[in-house]
């Protein structure tokens, strides 16, 4: 038996002086070594050697990547954090801005008076408020999966010039945002001012929103951001959102309150 055993070893080895390949599983190799089958590695993979040197076995982690035809394989370490199924991940993101703003809540125009609002409210429901939209921050895109999540981060600033530099003045105004025109999100806030003869009359204030829906429907979404005036102690105040009131003072412009729009798709991991 030793010598059946050595003599096809030998035929082995003449066998790959010969043709310089091996097939394991099939009797047409197409390389050095062509493997048809499963392959059990039970210690180290090295690469990269030579006829004198012994080849890299990498690192903990490292995984192997490909350089190209006629190139060697390397180790790499990959700075990718593995996600468990029932996590989420940012697979996108959309950013717009605006300085179009809106200049149509003015003295000529008289705040609703509405305080309240609520999840869901129609942006053309008049009784819920007078809502207006800032155009330039539309975004349209499409939910794959109604355990995703949305992320808004919005922030425009706001200017008033009170008729009467030197009198206290105040307007309360809100925020919102809208998905397929229902309200998801909202913030009320307000600007006033004491005296603000030393910018006269000009008073600035900078708004943020930010805010996770969750759960959000699959399907196409049309998010938008559309603010309203609730209250003003001067009627004859006048008021901008994302757009300076004048460009003649030498407080602000269009640029320094301009909108900023942040939408982020977080979504929920999954394999099966």
Same mark, same amino acid.
């Given at each position: 038996?030793?010598?059946?055993?050595?003599?096809?070893?030998?035929?082995?080895?003449?066998?790959?002086?010969?043709?310089?390949?091996?097939?394991?599983?099939?009797?047409?190799?197409?390389s050095i070594l062509d493997?048809?089958?499963?392959?059990?590695?039970?210690?180290?993979?090295?690469?990269?050697?030579?006829?004198?040197?012994?080849?890299?076995?990498?690192?903990?982690?490292?995984?192997l990547v490909s350089q190209g035809q006629n190139l060697p394989p390397v180790w790499k370490s990959l700075n990718v954090s593995f996600i468990e199924e029932g996590q989420y991940k940012l697979v996108n993101s959309y950013l717009s801005s605006d300085?179009?703003?809106? =200049?149509?809540?003015?003295?000529? !125009?008289? +705040?609703? @008076?509405?305080?309240? $609002? %609520?999840i869901g409210?129609?942006?053309?429901?008049?009784?819920k408020g007078r809502w207006v939209k800032i155009?330039?921050?539309?975004?349209?895109f499409t939910v794959k999966d109604s355990r995703n999540k949305l992320t808004y981060q919005f922030q425009t600033g706001a200017e008033?010039?009170?008729?009467?530099? =030197?009198?206290?003045?105040?307007? !309360?105004? +809100?925020? @919102?945002?809208?998905? $397929? %025109?229902?309200?998801?999100?909202?913030?009320?806030?307000?600007i006033s001012s004491?005296?603000?003869?030393?910018?006269?009359?000009?008073?600035?204030?900078?708004?943020?929103?930010?805010?996770?829906?969750?759960?959000?429907?699959?399907g196409e979404q049309t998010v938008e951001v559309a603010c309203r005036k609730i209250s003003s102690s001067n009627?004859?105040?006048?008021?901008?959102?994302?757009k300076n009131i004048s460009n003649s003072n030498n407080i602000s412009n269009a640029f320094t309150l301009e909108s900023m729009m942040k939408i982020d798709i977080i979504e929920y991991v999954s394999y099966n």
């Open positions: 038996m030793k010598k059946t055993v050595y003599c096809c070893v030998a035929g082995l080895l003449t066998s790959i002086q010969a043709y310089a390949q091996v097939g394991v599983g099939t009797s047409t190799p197409n493997v048809n089958g499963k392959t059990t590695l039970r210690k180290e993979l090295r690469v990269g050697g030579t006829s004198s040197q012994v080849g890299n076995a990498g690192l903990n982690g490292q995984v300085q179009a703003g809106i =200049t149509n809540l003015s003295s000529s !125009n008289a +705040a609703d @008076g509405i305080y309240k $609002n %609520n409210d129609d942006i053309t429901d008049l009784t155009s330039g921050l539309k975004n349209v008033m010039k009170a008729p009467t530099a =030197t009198e206290p003045q105040n307007i !309360n105004f +809100a925020c @919102g945002v809208f998905r $397929n %025109n229902k309200l998801v999100a909202v913030r009320p806030d307000k004491t005296d603000s003869s030393g910018k006269g009359g000009f008073q600035d204030y900078i708004f943020t929103l930010n805010y996770t829906e969750q759960n959000v429907p699959a009627s004859g105040s006048q008021f901008t959102i994302g």
